[in-house]
């Protein structure tokens, strides 16, 4: 059966009211969409439904039995498991170790049993089709391979209700398939599935109902996929009409050229790579997880070491030996993983506004300028409208599209030449994402050259003015925007041991 049913659902914290009397409803057999704007209350929802948070009031049942979480393993007794967006892995242990934390098969002496906790995670590895060794350390993996062990973690507890928070914001295609098969055979096995995304086109493909949230309110419950449109969905979710998400803005791109990348090779880069950057351009690089992006520009902007190669500014070569040297040169980096690589979580909105551009403005090159700093962060709060009850706020407290604007607004308060953004709305909703789009084009048509990462293909389509496409550590071409073709793109990307499987 696993029936779900929350009611009267209410949380608050100070500033905001997060939730206001949620009333709904999920069915076991069924996977249940879960959309909103960020801040909207799903991720509150989720927390709450995991008993990492204490509802105010309302009451949680599950097959007519009310419950009261005051754990997390609470929740998972009652068999419930939520697969965070956020990652909640120890990254000094291993993946078995993660994957089985607080339930270590033991031996008669009590010692843990390696060879079973290897086999256990050995076996839950392949049900979800990775080939990831269990003994090696969760810090030397990637982020989407983290996902997929988080992922994998959470069905090892055989949970009859388990709700995906962002579950594809990191995973390439082949990852997302795997996924969605999984999701598919939860279903018919009939437990009780809750997905949240912001990529409406999964919520319409997976899900036999959805529900908006909007400001901490149950807007609307959907049980008919068929004749909902995305349109429909979108104005529901924003309170708005987007016709058009990327809303491209076509100008004019300057000819000299800003940064100039020839026969460079980094950690983790298998071929000398070359290509330039102009001014005002947008630049987008996509490929499938392992291509190498994120390390090239982690290269580019002194994060690993530069092994081979020249990197020019404005024609002027240059040894960009630390992130120190890149940012004196105005190179800025947002990066994919925001949580441990961008935001400073216990610190203020206000500090991790100011904290770059305010060596530019300290008293007598030593002391802070408290004037300075409430109105810097202030002035870049209203620009990019992050949303927070006062620039006091901690910032691990604001939705992930708040803390990636947050982000932004540091860099641009400094001298930005060059902004290299890595997955920049990786589990940021719709409305916020066509306004990041809009910040885009508004820093390029002021001179300012970007770089977009992302797995996200119909965005760096939407977005960019030419795209580089990159395949096992090197760059197979890049396309003026006039030649972008999906299948043409996706074809490129592909290594060739799995182009030799594709239909003819």
């Known amino acids: 059966m696993n029936r779900l049913e929350l009611t009267g659902i209410s949380k608050s914290f100070p500033g905001v009211k997060a939730l206001d009397s949620i009333d709904v409803t999920f069915n076991g057999g069924t996977v249940g969409g879960l959309v909103g704007e960020n801040g909207a209350g799903k991720s509150t929802l989720l927390k709450i439904l995991s008993g990492a948070y204490t509802p105010d009031q309302g009451t949680i049942t599950i097959n007519g039995q009310a419950h009261v979480f005051k754990s997390t ?46 086999a256990t995670a050995t076996k839950h590895l392949e049900y979800i089709m990775e080939n990831i060794d269990p003994t090696v350390k969760v810090k030397t993996l990637p982020i989407a391979q983290r996902q997929m062990i988080e992922i994998a973690k959470a069905l090892l507890y055989n949970a009859s209700i388990i709700a995906f928070d962002e579950p594809t914001s990191s995973l390439s295609q082949k990852e997302i398939t795997n996924l969605f ?62 016709s ?32 330039s950057l102009r001014k005002g351009e947008i630049l987008g690089f996509f490929g499938l997880v392992g291509a190498g992006r994120t390390e090239l520009m982690k290269g580019i902007y002194g994060a690993t070491k530069q092994l081979e190669g020249t990197v020019k500014f404005n024609g002027e070569e240059v040894q960009i030996r630390r992130p120190e040297d890149a940012i004196k040169r105005g190179v800025a980096f947002l990066p994919e993983d925001r949580k441990d690589e961008g935001i400073i979580p216990v610190r203020s909105v206000e500090e991790n506004i100011n904290i770059a551009s305010r060596r530019n403005n300290l008293k007598w090159k030593f002391f802070l300028k408290p004037q300075w700093e409430r109105e810097n962060a202030e002035s870049f709060m209203q620009k990019l409208s992050i949303k927070s ?21 540091r860099w641009l ?29 508004q820093m390029a048509e002021s001179g300012i050259s970007i770089i977009c990462i992302s797995s996200d293909l119909p965005e760096v389509m939407g977005t960019c003015d030419r795209l580089a496409v990159m395949r096992e ?16 793109i996706m074809n490129l990307a592909l290594p060739a041991k799995h182009k030799e499987h594709q239909p003819a």
């Open 413 to 441: 308060g400094d001298k930005l030449t060059v902004l290299i953004m890595d997955e920049p709305t990786r589990g940021i909703d719709v409305g916020t994402k066509n306004e990041f789009y809009h910040l885009m084009y």
């Open 181 to 242: 098969r999984i999701i598919r055979a939860l279903r018919e096995q009939g437990k009780t599935v809750i997905y949240v995304s912001h990529r409406l086109e999964e919520v319409f493909e997976l899900c036999d109902s959805v529900t908006v949230f909007r400001d901490g309110k149950l807007v609307e419950k959907f049980t008919d996929m068929e004749k909902l449109s995305q349109d429909v969905l979108v104005n529901r979710m924003v309170g708005r009409d987007i």
């Open 244 to 275: 058009d998400i990327y809303n491209y803005q076509s100008r004019p791109i300057g000819t000299s050229t800003v940064l100039s990348v020839e026969n460079f090779l980094c950690t983790n880069i298998r071929e000398p790579i070359s290509f």
């Open 389 to 409: 009850p006062s620039r006091h706020q901690i910032i691990q407290n604001l939705s992930g599209g708040n803390q990636q604007k947050t982000i932004l607004a």
């Open 73 to 118: 393993s609470d929740a998972l007794n009652a068999g419930i498991a939520v697969i965070y967006q956020e990652l909640n892995l120890v990254p000094e242990m291993t993946v078995a170790e993660n994957m089985l934390l607080g339930h270590y098969p033991k031996k008669k002496s009590g010692l843990i049993d390696f060879n079973a906790l290897y």
């Open 473 to 488: 550590g090197t760059i197979v071409t890049i396309l003026q925007r006039d030649e972008f073709d999906k299948e043409k």
